[in-house]
């Protein structure tokens, strides 16, 4: 099971085991992450699933998509790194994959 | 004042309301005083004598000329100036903005942008309304006191029949049954199939289904101010997810917006459908969908005075949003690109099977 680690802006650490096929916001809500709110359930519209992801996983994950990238409009803590977490499918490649929590959420 | 896409071809009025008087009307923030000429077209000027600025609409039609109700000031149907009282001499170049008009489906559209762009070929046509087999109804104009826009909202969203229309355009089956998109020039489709269920109140009525049905909405949004709801029925054993359409029962509800002003719309509907109904029947068929639209008017006027009283609080996003996102940066695209897009003639896509 691949491992995602979650850091809340406080430094907080929370390690979550992924089911691979689901998405990086689902792993988060199985396992009560806070800060990751997924208000549309995954459907790419409301931003509250934001994560900035670490500069060394950047490349693996990739860039966001273009209806992503609209939807991020509403991400009060944009930056580069910036992805829905709803639009990140877990893999094993993923394992120890590091993703910071916003502060706040759309 | 809101922006507004203005190249494209906005519903006004109804074509059996504009005769040989002044009527007066507003759209996109702008008042409008049409009138019907001698020829059978549609002059459209904007209300306003450029004198005093008193309404031409409170003035009189002499023959094919607008004459101001102050001090007789006289307008032809493009605009111009054809006389001054009491001024010696031809008149001087004093013109009053006219708007392009052309006429489909029942209905006078206006042309609010660079008149060298309006091409009547581009005004929207659905050609069921037009064919032997089907049958069109003229409703109403339903003033709604919301943004033309959230109307367009209600417009994407096939899910809200399921708790608003529960008399008439919908029924609990649905309720869980997601909703699907995709956005295509400057359309979006919004739609979903609900199958082996009951049939909805409007078709349980005239439809004379005995058992479970297969149904289906399709939300055509055509930016920024049509909506094409086609929705139907057929009995599960007809094969309606395969295409078939010969032994169902299909209305297309179309909706003609008149985007009057940032808080107010008006909804011109009408219905056509692919089954013979006497003129008592398409009468009731009338009332149904005046009770739901009704209900939906309801919802966004009392929403509208929310927004107002709430104004700038978030609203939460849920999945059934998706469609009224993608409207709305549509229509934020069409207005940004306003001066360069051309109108291409809106239409409903004829859908492949479900």
Not at chain 1, 22 to 49: F, K, L, Y
């Amino acid at each position: 099971m691949p491992k995602i680690i979650f850091r809340a802006a406080d430094g907080n650490e929370h390690h979550v085991d992924a089911e691979a096929g689901d998405s990086v916001m689902q792993a988060a809500i199985a396992n009560d992450v806070p800060g990751i709110i997924a208000e549309c359930g995954g459907s790419c519209i409301c931003s509250t699933c934001h994560v900035l992801v670490e500069a060394q996983w950047a490349a693996k994950v990739g860039p966001p998509g273009e209806e992503e990238d609209l939807t991020m409009e509403f991400a009060p803590e944009r930056a580069e790194n910036s992805r829905l977490s709803c639009q990140i499918p877990v893999t094993e490649e993923l394992d120890g994959l590091v993703v910071q929590v916003p502060s706040e959420q759309a | 004042m809101a922006v507004y896409v203005t190249n494209t071809w906005y519903p006004l009025t109804w074509s059996r309301d504009v005769g040989p008087e002044l009527s007066k009307h507003r759209i996109l923030e702008r008042d409008v005083v049409v009138y019907r000429k001698a020829d059978g077209s549609v002059a459209a000027l904007e209300d306003l004598c450029p004198h005093r600025f008193l309404p031409l609409s409170m003035g009189s039609l002499k023959g094919e000329n607008v004459q101001c109700g102050y001090h007789g000031m006289t307008f032809d149907g493009a605009g111009r100036c054809v006389r001054i009282p009491g001024q010696a001499g031809p008149p001087p170049v004093i013109s009053v903005p006219s708007f392009p008009t052309t006429e489909n489906m029942g209905l006078v559209w206006i042309w609010m942008g660079d008149p060298a762009k309006a091409d009547p070929a581009t005004v929207f046509d659905l050609p069921q309304y037009h064919s032997a087999g089907w049958s069109a109804v003229e409703g109403d104009a339903l003033r709604i006191e919301a943004n033309y826009l959230n109307l367009a909202d209600n417009l994407c969203d096939p899910a809200h029949v399921s708790f608003v229309h529960l008399s008439t355009l919908g029924n609990a089956a649905s309720e869980d049954i997601p909703v699907q998109h995709e956005t295509y020039q400057e359309t979006v489709l919004t739609w979903r199939w609900i199958l082996d269920a009951p049939p909805i109140p409007l078709f349980a009525k005239y439809g004379h289904f005995t058992g479970n049905v297969d149904r289906w909405h399709y939300y055509h949004y055509l930016a920024p101010s049509i909506a094409i709801i086609d929705f139907g029925t057929a009995d599960v054993t007809a094969g309606a997810t395969n295409g078939n359409r010969e032994d169902c029962m299909q209305i297309f509800a179309c909706h003609f917006i008149t985007p009057v002003d940032e808080h107010t719309s008006i909804d011109h509907w009408l219905h056509v459908k692919n089954f013979a109904a006497d003129e008592e029947t398409n009468k009731r068929l009338s009332d149904d969908f005046r009770v739901a639209f009704a209900e939906d008017k309801a919802v966004l006027e009392a929403i509208e005075v929310n927004e107002q009283v709430h104004a700038g609080r978030r609203k939460a996003r849920i999945a059934i949003d998706a469609a009224p996102t993608k409207m709305r940066r549509l229509v934020d695209r069409m207005i940004a690109g306003d001066g360069e897009r051309v109108n291409h003639a809106p239409r409903v896509r004829v859908l492949e099977p479900a």
